[in-house]
């Protein structure tokens, strides 16, 4: 299966804006990229979904360039209740499965 | 609403033994998933269904069955359980298809096999 890459830890203090980008070379025609996150001992949470140029909303962007081989969640003005692990969704175009990326590990300081 | 329940949290097994994982979501939804997590291997899915009766396999199917007999449960079963499947299993439903829909998890099942 095709990876779905991303950064493995990304360091912030608050108030500043965080990018986290997903390489997805292989993604299917017709699928969203999706992002989740992650505190410890639970479940992913869904934050945003788009299928291309820029999605917005109260928590999140996401960022899609046109050939869709990546996606760049960004989280402004983050604060310290953002420290998780940041997790990308997509579809293979050659096997049809839903991937997630490998996940990068946030961690945001006072 | 519940959402996604999975039980049980906390199991331990010998080697060999078989268990079932339990997922019930009360959101009507068609789409139900099942992953695991490994450390540094982020979520593999396991087996999928896109509704009652209709089951096809993931990335990692082997040594789990599956079956969909409702809309609201889509239990996991190991028949022998092998020390390679120690791990943390979440379950997932959405309202329809997985690659343009959310996905609401449960909060896991934490499975150690000895």
């Known amino acids: 299966l095709a990876k779905t890459t991303q950064p493995i830890s990304m360091d912030s203090y608050e108030g500043q804006e965080v990018n986290i980008t997903c390489s997805h070379n292989n993604i299917a025609t017709n699928d969203y990229i999706t992002w989740y996150q992650q505190f410890p001992s639970q479940g992913p949470r869904f934050i945003i979904q788009g299928y291309k140029t820029k999605v917005t909303n109260e928590v999140a962007s996401l960022f899609i360039p046109a050939d869709r081989k990546s996606s760049t969640l960004s989280l402004p003005r983050v604060s310290l209740s953002d420290t998780a692990v940041y997790y990308c969704?997509?579809?293979?175009?050659?096997?049809?499965?839903?991937?997630f990326g490998t996940g990068t590990r946030l961690q945001v300081f006072p | 609403n519940a959402g996604v329940t999975q039980t049980p949290k906390f199991q331990v097994l010998k080697t060999g033994q078989s268990m079932t994982l339990q997922c019930a979501q009360d959101?009507?939804?068609?789409?139900m998933s099942w992953y695991r997590q490994d450390p540094g291997m982020g979520l593999r899915l396991i087996h999928y269904s896109v509704g009652a009766g209709i089951t096809d396999q993931g990335e990692v199917p082997n040594g789990y069955n599956v079956s969909r007999s409702t809309t609201e449960d889509f239990p996991l079963r190991l028949l022998s359980a092998a020390p390679s499947q120690t791990s943390v299993y979440f379950c997932?439903?959405?309202?329809?298809?997985?690659?343009?829909?959310?996905?609401?998890f449960g909060d896991g099942t934490r499975l150690s096999i000895l």
């Open positions: 969704l997509v579809g293979d175009k050659n096997t049809d499965k839903l991937i």
């Open positions: 997932a439903s959405s309202y329809g298809g997985f690659s343009n829909q959310p996905q609401h």
């Open positions: 959101m009507n939804h068609e789409y």
